[in-house]
């Protein structure tokens, strides 16, 4: 078992662990943050780059340092291994880069999209990017398609993680998801804008860390702070039924699936359960999920343990 | 008894002297006073007619603003409601079709957009929250009512009109707000 030193906090993990999940073992400030890569969805990862640390010492056979930064979410430790991340200004700065690339093309439209307090490009910015944009020129902009009755692909604000790809590749049966082109013209597209009719489509909205995909039926009808999300379970013979339901008083205003602290999902939930059981029959509601303090959907929101007043 | 303040006054039922006694000199002095106050600067103003200059400081009945084109600034992002501190506005919002681009900026607007006036305490965190620019607190004051119900405000009671004469001139508090936030900003 490698031992490895991650901003000086240590820990041994198994062989082939990536430093990304060590670092998440340790866990706090010192995890990087990672737009593309999914822990549930093999094969994603180093696109966004958003993870680069600095390696400082590469193992106790090899000591040397590397020489780039290397993506976190794809580089294994090695024993003795020594990694700055936020105690590396280098690291910092370059994420900082990042996030202002990152940006380039992304429309400034956060008052009207519909992943606005859950996106994790306005977490990213926020806490790492510049206050302005230096960009001058015209961005890139796509009309907006309807895959199917039920998702809206924006295109424009796509960030190319792929991770709805490989959500598309791993979860459906028959590949109608991908990327066309190359470069700057890359673009997710389903082929001649065909409807994706399996079962576990509507995942693709939940692995999405931007509004390019959004859930068709609650387009515009709400703004995530404004909604309970509840844990709810149904019986439902494709999936697990376990989800969460937002619900504004006794209305449920959408449903999704159940992310971890690093917002990822790891019961992936169907169709039917996502676009069509949207009355408070069909699901047992848990009780109110537990919501990071920091996060604008705690506003207004009572959360956490509440004790009794002895 | 010892006072414990030195602002006690002892009541002494003394006798009045003669010029006391005939009030005369008194209710002249009186007459004096309120005669000088004839030709002094008058204080009041006829309201309706006449208006004092506000600060622009103050905060008053709220507008949502249009844009040169007539188009409306809010888009339903539902910042002002979240930094609300009383929870004052409510908001639904729509999309916008074909054929309305010259009603709404973007996309998305807001189909009810409702402001309780008996909730809200003029704080102007819903303009310092807008993103576009959208609500301002405007020197109107918001008018008397006897039913509650008429204070809660619609859109019809908060958007501008389109045509120049009906335009609510918001520059002086636009200039105090952005002024406010570089001051608060170094």
Redesign the interface.
Known sequence: MPKVKIDNFEIEVPDGTTILNAARQIGGDIVPPAMCYYSTLQGSGGKCRTCLVKVTKGSEKDPRPMPKLVASCQQTVMDGMEVANITSEEVLNARKGVVEFLLINHPL????CDQ?GECHLQDLAFEHGAEQTRYEFERRTFEKIDIGPYIKLHMTRCILCYRCVYTANQLTDNRVHGIINRGDHAEISTFIEKAIDNDFSGNVIDVCPVGALTDRTF?????V??LNPMNAHRDCPTCSGKAVVWMYGNEIFRVTARKDKYDEVHDFICNTCRFEKKALSDWTVEGPRDIDRHS?IS??HYEGQTQTVR | MQALTNRSKNVVDKKMTFMERIYLPAILSGMWITLKHFFRKKNALNYPEEKRPFAPVYRGWHVLKRDAKGRENCTACGLCAVACPAEAITMEAAERRKGEEHLYREEKYAAVYEINMLRCIFCGLCEEACPKEAIFLTDRIVPSDYVRQNFIFGKDMLVEGIDPANRIDVTVRQKHIQEHKTGSGQ
């Open positions: 439209d956060c008052p009207i606005a387009r515009f009808k709400s703004r702070w404004f604008v506003q207004n």
